[in-house]
């Protein structure tokens, strides 16, 4: 069972990020990551940018995943995104 699922959540609502292929990574939650894995939390990282997920993919992939929380980073020009992913995944799920 996976303690935790980080998601770098996407930054387009309908189609693929054209560019996705020269993200910068996201450092914080590779460092978020490090720190709950060498605290002895099982964890999962999906990058929906690099990965090109939409949000009604994100909310199928966390509807279906065994994590107790979730954690999602957010960004001024993405917080309609995160909120409708918050909104629509199963409720019995902990964002974080």
Same mark, same amino acid.
């Given at each position: 069972?996976?303690?935790v699922l980080l998601i770098n959540t996407p ?9 996705? #292929?020269?993200?910068?990574?996201? &450092? #914080?939650? $590779?460092? &978020? ?6 605290? $002895?939390? @099982? =964890?999962?990282?999906?990058d929906a940018v690099v990965n090109s997920l939409?949000?009604? @993919?994100?909310? !199928?992939?966390?509807?279906? =995943?065994?994590? @107790?929380?979730? #954690? ?12 409708? &992913? ?6 019995? !799920? &902990?964002?974080?």
């Amino acid at each position: 069972m996976t303690d935790v699922l980080l998601i770098n959540t996407p930054v387009f609502q309908a189609n693929r990020d054209p560019e996705a #292929g020269f993200s910068v990574p996201p &450092i #914080g939650m $590779g460092y &978020i990551y490090t720190q709950l894995t060498l605290s $002895g939390y @099982e =964890c999962q990282f999906i990058d929906a940018v690099v990965n090109s997920l939409l949000p009604n @993919e994100i909310i !199928k992939t966390i509807d279906q =995943c065994d994590a @107790e929380y979730i #954690g999602l980073n957010i960004f001024s020009s993405n917080f309609d995104i995160v909120r409708f &992913i918050v909104e629509n995944a199963e409720p019995q !799920k &902990i964002f974080s």
